[in-house]
């Protein structure tokens, strides 16, 4: 009785297709039902073999083609399925059946870098095409991709190599995302191929000879039974910004890390998340600007570029980057690298090679400048994903799809074309209590002395006390660590001509707040045999009349000190008059004259001998001493 109610069943579909399909054969027609339902349930081995026989059945059966073709262009296999869409339209009758197929042979023949066959193809189609404008748009955006293809064939040196089994051992890793001293790299691992298989955040330790160590999971805090995909780690490797998918779409998560533990994750919240789908985080080197993808509404094209700063009340509400990056097609992978004037994205609506191809866009005075494709053999006319440039902009690393199953990341490195000019090095120590040795928890913050702002601010680690910040080349850096009841230390660095890019181990003994505690003021500046201070140390002075206004009841001494050049009596007077020239700028900051003594003691005091230039240097110099409590 139920296998009879099932033929009717079958009979009458057939019967129904026989009116709309261009085959009369009814052994055809049966086996392409039988084949679409197989098909949709993604049985495509069984129906690309049903829809052979079909075609065997009946040479001309104009739609089976389509479908079999569709299948195998589904399935990678773009070379045959050229072959069928092309036997295919050959037999078409109408415009209506045509473009559907000069649609599909323009973008099977991009993606196989057969660009000339892609313009053809592609024309025709929008001789024929009216109404629909989303593939209009696709196909005007393919004729601009073979274009370029074709005329853009300069080869660069990049050198691509996939990095050991011992990180690729899972079916499917990708968006990776490295610390700024380049010694953690975290990404993305699929535990199977389909795209709701589970998705974990792993991290490899740099090894002593250089490789990347055996990935584990990064906590038990992180990963859950949803799926956590692509990340961001701020410079330090202490906060992080991830995505999770789960049954309700996919939102951005942070998460912190004190010693050893990250904290359990938090929403970002509605300023950053939208009802729409929101991925891909990249997160600047001073943690204040976020750059991510949505599919929101107020866009440009299906996904975009979105962005957000950091402010004291928390992220501001995301604005759309601008049609500067994005298209009315698709961006995706933004990164921006540490010297936070380079902005990385992969987009299948610029010039390119045909599918996702990966742009450079810098920043300028008024913007964003145009996005550069960096070319090939990094571009190609298959899809290039979640590219990552080092600090030093030398080298980098990237995910390739291998299969619709399997993909693997690969370690670049750059030609000197697409090594960036604006490179960034890190500083790094240890903050700790000069007199216990204890590790503390502290504000470090690093100030560009010539454009007199913030560049960064973090915190030390309360466990370990460490702490990790770059400093972007091409400028004077001072770096200042404070906490209460604590002198605050300032450290110099000259970056505007260094070009040794080593990194700076800076290990801070914070010196407690007591009678005789000296520190000394590294960016206060003066000319040669003057004593008129130089504009870069207005904001190092800043810091000293914060600290004293926080701390009315501290007498302190401002000395001056020189190294052993000329006569004593000239260095006296020339260390006094330095002194004299930082207490009146303290005293034009509402600082009082009594909380303020001033001492020149010229080369009586020096740290180091005299011996050499470098240590002449660090004995021209301000102090600041705790005398004792003021009497006011």
Not at 514 to 530: G, M, R, W
Request: a neutral charge; one cysteine or more.
């Amino acid at each position: 009785m139920q296998r009879g109610i099932i033929l009717f069943l079958m009979l009458i579909s057939v019967q129904g297709l026989a009116q709309t399909l261009s085959s009369k054969n009814k052994k055809a027609l049966e086996l392409y039902t039988e084949a679409d339902n197989f098909r949709v349930r993604g049985q495509f081995s069984q129906a690309v073999s049903l829809l052979n026989e079909a075609i065997t059945r009946d040479k001309n059966f104009e739609e089976a083609y389509y479908r079999l073709a569709t299948i195998l262009k589904a399935q990678e296999q773009y070379d045959q399925a050229t072959e069928i869409f092309e036997k295919g339209i050959a037999l078409t009758k109408t415009d209506a059946r045509k473009r559907m197929y000069l649609y599909e042979l323009a973008v099977v023949n991009l993606w196989q870098a057969k660009y000339e066959l892609c313009k053809k193809f592609a024309a025709d189609f929008l001789l024929i095409e009216r109404d629909d404008r989303r593939k209009i748009a696709l196909a005007k955006v393919w004729i601009m991709q073979a274009d370029y293809a074709l005329t853009n064939t300069t080869v660069y040196d990049y050198v691509i190599t996939p990095l050991s089994d011992s990180v690729n051992i899972f079916p499917m890793q990708y968006f990776p995302t490295v610390t700024a001293d380049g010694e953690q790299l975290i990404f993305t691992a699929r535990y199977g191929g389909g795209r709701n298989d589970s998705e974990d955040l792993v991290v490899s330790a740099k090894q002593s000879n250089g490789s990347w160590g055996a990935p584990v999971s990064l906590s038990a805090n992180i990963n859950t039974i949803q799926r956590e995909g692509a990340s961001t780690i701020s410079a330090d490797g202490r906060h992080i910004i991830f995505t999770v998918c789960g049954a309700s779409g996919c939102d951005l998560y942070e998460s912190r890390k004190t010693g050893t533990m990250w904290s359990r994750p938090k929403n970002l919240g509605p300023n950053i998340n939208s009802p729409r789908w929101d991925a891909q985080p990249s997160l600047s080197a001073d943690g204040r600007e976020l750059y991510f993808v949505s599919e929101r509404n107020g866009g440009f094209g299906g996904y975009d570029i979105w962005y957000s700063q950091l402010t004291d009340l928390g992220w501001s509400k995301a604005v759309n980057l601008g049609p500067e990056v994005n298209t009315p097609q698709d961006e995706i992978s933004p990164y921006i690298h540490v010297n936070n004037r380079e902005l990385y994205v992969v987009s299948n609506g610029l010039p390119g090679y045909g599918g996702y191809d990966i742009y450079r866009v810098q920043k300028n005075a008024t913007g964003w400048g145009k996005p550069l494709n960096m070319g090939m053999p990094l571009n190609d006319h298959r899809d290039q994903y979640s590219f990552i440039v080092s600090a030093l902009g030398n080298q980098g690393y990237y995910s390739r799809e291998e299969s619709k199953n399997r993909s693997r990341l690969y370690r670049i490195i750059l030609p000197e074309k697409w090594i960036t000019p604006y490179t960034g090095n890190v500083v790094a120590g240890v903050v700790t209590d000069k007199v216990s040795g204890k590790f503390l928890r502290a504000q470090v913050e690093l100030y560009n002395l010539a454009e007199k702002k913030s560049v960064s601010k973090v915190f030390s680690d309360s466990v370990s006390g460490k702490y990790l910040m770059v400093l972007p080349a091409g400028s004077d850096y001072a770096l200042y660590v404070d906490k209460p009841g604590y002198l605050f230390n300032s450290q110099h660095f000259n970056y505007a001509t260094d070009k040794t890019y080593q990194p700076i181990e800076r290990n801070i003994a914070l010196e407690p707040v007591h009678e005789n505690a000296t520190i000394v003021l590294s960016n206060i500046f003066f000319d040669v045999d003057k004593y008129e201070l130089r504009q870069e140390s207005y904001t190092e002075l800043e810091k000293v009349a914060e600290f004293l206004l926080k701390n009315p009841v501290l007498m302190v001494e401002i000395s001056g000190h020189t190294d052993n050049t000329g006569s004593e009596s000239y260095n006296l007077a020339l260390s006094e008059k330095r002194a004299k020239s930082v207490a009146e700028f303290l005293n034009n900051k509402a600082i009082s004259k009594n909380q303020i003594q001033i001492k020149g003691y010229g080369s009586k005091k020096p740290l180091f001998p005299n011996t050499t230039e470098e240590n002449k240097q660090q004995n021209r110099r301000i102090e600041f001493k705790i005398v004792k409590p003021s009497t006011k």
